[in-house]
């Protein structure tokens, strides 16, 4: 399992982001509004652009993204994809720390809009040291997703359901990045594994 403390804040904002299928942008504000309010000061109140005071009579409200059935947590062996554990058996066989999590919630399309009810795995994988206040020295996340064929579930305590059973099948990868040296670097599933592979 790994610390807290070995991812930096952009990882945690891009892994959240994953999680969350939100953009990355969209988490960091977040994050740095909740750290306002814990901090006590009072929510910052943006100035109107020029472009903005023409499009304000054009927005249309959109429906509040409803919340996830299952929030993001440490994911339980049955939760990985057998796609997902060959990259975990690979990452751990080259030295790397892995840790696996699991989210369900509804996928938000580019308007807005709510889509289909989809299960997440990400795998963030470290390599280098682990002690407080030291970056490791590589840091790789990449996704898998499934879409879920009962989208019914929004009602699972009216129909007695108390657990919600992953899909065997129809996992497919989602997206990879990779911190580095050179920044921040989307990858393919193929180079993905030769990214893990490398010294």
């Known amino acids: 399992m790994i ?20 953009p990355v942008h969209v988490v ?7 750290d306002l309010v814990v901090a006590g000061a009072p929510k910052p109140t943006p100035a109107p652009q020029p472009a903005d005071l023409f499009k304000r009579d054009l927005v249309v409200p959109k429906a509040a993204h409803p919340a996830p059935l299952v929030p993001a947590r440490l994911a339980n062996e049955v939760e990985i994809p057998s796609a997902a554990r060959t990259v975990r058996k690979l990452a751990e066989s080259e ?13 938000m399309g580019a308007k807005g809009e709510t889509r289909a009810l989809t299960h997440s795995l990400a795998l963030r994988m470290v390599e280098g040291g682990l002690e407080e206040g030291v970056l490791p020295s590589r840091r790789l996340v990449a996704a898998w997703v499934a879409k879920e064929p009962d989208q019914g579930l929004l009602n699972l305590k009216d129909r007695g359901v108390t657990e919600i059973p992953v899909p065997g099948k129809g996992w497919k990868f989602s997206l990879a990045y990779a911190w580095g040296e050179g920044g921040l670097h989307a990858l393919s599933a193929v180079a993905l594994k030769e990214t893990i592979k490398e010294d």
């Open 95 to 107: 030295g790397w720390h892995v840790k696996a999590t699991y989210a369900l919630g509804w996928v």
């Open 28 to 34: 960091a504000i977040e994050r740095a509004y909740q």
């Open 3 to 22: 610390p807290e403390g070995a991812y930096s804040q952009a990882g945690l904002d891009a892994a959240t982001a994953i999680e969350k299928r939100q």
